[in-house]
């Protein structure tokens, strides 16, 4: 019996050794593990290389922030999974993951959707610039037509929040004052444009078009009948 189980047994305790929690104890044979080298001497693909905008994590050169090392067997160990990761340094609340209205990929609970979890050449680690990322999911066409609304040149978080919302649409406010914090409802000329009907609050897109159209006023193609 002793015999029947001595090779199991043994090979047990020697893969108890092999897969230990510090990377620093993963002394082995050969340069690969030994306790002089560092993660990048092994992980040094593209995505490990130095960008302008690293991940504080990355930047310094703390991979146990979100990684658990591992032995012998290279193997990808997270600390948590998914956003549960994130939260471990970035509050939930400040960026607005409990509000009523969640963006997609927030709801989804996959940060790496949008965001580059080791670096990223552009702001927030995103993969490429805000203004051509978003046109990963959104229709560009409906951004890009002959009329372009004013505040979609400072970008899309001019009027939208980026993970959550209390409004409509991810609006950074309801759709009657976000309007209002740059037209002023009260001038005769705000009168005259709308032809002298009382425009009643938060009715501001049924007739037109948030983001860009191909008519004057950022006006619908079709409004109501004639």
């Not at 690969?32 to 905008?53: A, G, I, P, Y």
């Not at 998914?82 to 996959?110: I, Q, T, W, Y």
């Amino acid at each position: 019996i002793f015999k029947k189980y001595f090779i199991p047994i043994m090979v047990g305790i020697l893969l108890s050794f092999s897969i230990v929690d510090s990377s620093d104890a993963q002394i082995k044979r050969g340069s690969r593990f030994s306790s002089k080298k560092t993660c990048q001497d092994c992980h040094n693909s593209d995505e490990m290389k130095v960008v302008l905008k690293p991940h504080t994590p990355f930047a310094e050169n703390d991979c146990k922030g979100c990684h658990k090392s591992h032995g012998m067997v290279g193997v990808l160990r997270l600390k948590e999974t998914g956003r549960k990761l994130c939260f471990l340094c970035h509050d939930s609340d400040a960026l607005g993951m409990n509000r009523d209205v969640l963006h997609e990929p927030a709801k989804d609970g996959n940060c790496k959707t949008c965001h580059s979890p080791h670096g990223s050449d552009f702001p927030n680690l995103l993969p490429s610039d805000a203004g051509t990322f978003c046109f990963k999911c959104h229709d560009e066409g409906e951004f890009t037509k002959k009329n372009i609304h004013q505040p979609l040149e400072e970008g899309c978080f001019k009027c939208h929040q980026v993970h959550g919302s209390d409004n409509p649409g991810l609006l950074t406010e309801p759709v009657e004052l976000l309007c209002a914090s740059c037209h002023d409802t009260g001038t005769e000329a705000f009168t005259n444009a709308h032809f002298g009907y009382q425009i009643d609050s938060g009715t501001c897109n049924e007739c037109h078009s948030p983001h860009s159209s191909d008519t004057s006023g950022l006006l619908k193609f079709s409004s109501h009948e004639p």
